[in-house]
């Protein structure tokens, strides 16, 4: 059973069109949830950490926010150059490992 | 300034073959982590160090698998007898401090290892 579940796998918006991508979490003992962008040919980029329910990080257009079950990253007026793959990780337990989701494809027109 | 860096960039190979991984974290980060990201899957944990040593082995694949780093630095990911399914992007990802609760890793732009 995956422990961090992503929607949609793919999204495709026009620019400036806002919307949300979801992160589930079904891991117990929750340290930190993180996202991270991830462009074609490059490594994953770090963005936010969130530590606990109802924090909300921001940057730029981008807005981080946490539940007990799930994180929701809000784009607000995208850019084409917002276009990449969003991943969302969680640390739990005693673990070392950020264990991460499958990832949203964003692509955003002009 | 000088980020993670990992060589080779790309690795084709046969199958049976042995390859090896080197991955240059940034100056100074003790923490560094071993991923693996198939097509259309996520980034797949396998080992993390702290320092030179792996408290952490639990997501090698299996004993094909090892890796090492050496003067708590350079890290190298060795796959003997290499497999088809071994084909994918192996990144490397360090860190500052250990264990890290802040979740800022910074990630090299991978080895893509194909095994034909």
């Known amino acids: 059973e995956d422990q961090v579940t992503q929607s949609p796998e793919a999204l495709r918006l026009q620019e400036g069109e806002s919307s949300s991508l979801n992160c589930s979490y079904t891991v117990s003992g929750l340290r930190g949830l993180f996202w991270y962008r991830q462009d074609p040919g490059k490594g994953p980029e770090f963005l936010f950490t969130l530590y606990s329910a109802g924090e909300e990080k921001e940057k730029e257009r981008l807005k981080a926010t946490l539940t007990k079950k799930e994180s929701f990253l809000h784009i607000t007026a995208p850019k084409p150059e917002d276009s990449a793959t969003y991943l969302c990780a969680v640390q739990f337990g005693s673990g070392y490992a950020l264990n991460f989701g499958k990832g949203t494809s964003l692509l955003v027109t002009p | 300034g000088a980020g993670v860096s990992q060589s080779p960039s790309n690795k084709v190979t046969e199958k049976g073959k042995d390859v090896e991984l080197r991955c240059d974290p940034i100056?100074?980060?003790?923490?560094l982590y071993w991923y693996r990201q198939s097509l259309g899957q996520g980034l797949e944990f396998l080992i993390y160090?702290?320092?030179?040593?792996?408290?952490?082995k639990s997501g090698l694949p299996s004993d094909r698998f090892s890796a090492e780093r050496t003067g708590g630095s350079v890290s190298t990911l060795t796959i003997q007898r290499t497999q088809q399914e071994d084909s994918a992007v192996y990144l490397c990802?360090?860190?500052?401090?250990?264990?890290?609760?802040?979740?800022?890793?910074?990630f090299g732009e991978g080895s893509r290892l194909t095994v034909l």
């Open positions: 990802a360090s860190s500052l401090v250990p264990r890290p609760n802040t979740g800022e890793l910074f």
């Open positions: 160090f702290q320092g030179n040593s792996a408290p952490d």
């Open positions: 100056s100074g980060h003790t923490a």
